[in-house]
């Protein structure tokens, strides 16, 4: 019978003790496959700032593991968080967001023969189709993450997807974006049925992260074979001003003045 909240296509295998890494992706990937990426103290990592402007605890609930985020991000500084209830009393709360994650459960995984592989020297044309198209957070480095691949028209890159966090046996479809004028012809689908299979040729499981509110894309998702498996809280935070420790535990509301963090995209909410 498989685990309730570890919902994997063939038979791929179930979660560890504990829960599954998918619990708390960002610290699995940063204590994992992505480890020689990370910026880590004690209890707490990030991934490098032109990467990934994300941050993680091992445990989100452990005040130790606060305290060891504020000395690696430093006093008065800022940083992103997710999965994440309650934050500890003197951190700034600057934005809030809801994000869901959908694992590959049916996805019919099959190469894209007019996709091609895309890197470094494609960054130009990559970083104006992500300014058109806003699909999630896209730094100068994050193309290094993984494996991505894009489809021209007459030359010009109008679509792509790839790879984001990697984690034990698991890894993120990401940056999924069509140009405005060539939606329509599922070129989106198309490859992410593409990097489907280079991930599961390397014998992960593909899976992806949605804002909450995106029920557009949350809908593809699922009409193609991802199974929505849970949601999860997202803080931009500012740190203590000062050095010292991280005190107990509050939780975090939704209050006036706070905004969130950013508008809904394809894979926002991370």
């Known amino acids: 019978m498989a685990h309730p909240n570890d919902v994997r296509a063939g038979g791929a ?12 992706a960002v610290w699995a990937a940063l204590d994992g496959p992505h480890a020689h990426l990370a910026e880590r103290y004690g209890r707490a990592a990030r991934y490098r700032a032109d990467l990934y402007a994300f941050a993680a605890l091992a445990d989100p609930a452990d005040p130790a593991a606060w305290a060891d985020l504020h000395t690696l991000a430093g006093p008065s500084a800022t940083v992103r968080v997710k999965p994440v209830d309650r934050v500890p009393d003197g951190w700034e709360l600057l934005g809030e967001g809801e994000g869901v994650q959908l694992v590959d459960t049916a996805l019919r995984a ?4 007019e996709a091609l592989p895309l890197g470094p020297a ?6 104006d189709l992500v300014a058109r198209t806003r699909p999630g957070p896209f730094l100068t480095r994050t193309v290094e993450l993984g ?13 792509m997807a ?8 698991w890894t993120e479809i990401s940056a999924v974006c069509t140009d405005p004028a060539h939606r329509g012809r599922g070129l989106a689908t198309r490859l992410v049925r593409a990097v489907a299979a280079v991930i599961r040729d390397r014998g992960d499981t593909p899976f992806l992260h ?15 074979g991802f ?12 740190t203590p001003g000062t050095t010292a420790p991280g005190r107990a535990l ?10 969130p963090i950013g508008p809904a995209s394809p894979d926002r909410g991370r």
Do not use: F, K, Q
């Not at 099959?110 to 023969?113: D, G, K, N």
């Open 13 to 24: 295998p179930t979660a560890p003790p504990g829960g599954s890494p998918l619990d708390n």
């Open 227 to 238: 199974t929505l498996r849970r949601r999860s809280r997202i803080a931009h935070l500012r």
């Open 162 to 169: 790839g790879e984001r966090l990697r984690l034990p046996g």
């Open 210 to 224: 949605a804002a909450a509110g995106n029920t557009p894309a949350i809908r593809l998702y699922e009409s193609i």
């Open 250 to 259: 509050t939780v975090v509301t939704r209050s006036a003045g706070r905004t």
């Open 147 to 159: 494996s991505y691949l894009g489809i021209r028209h007459h030359g010009r890159l109008v679509a």
């Open 110 to 113: 099959e190469p894209a023969p």
């Open 122 to 127: 494609d960054l130009p044309e990559i970083l």
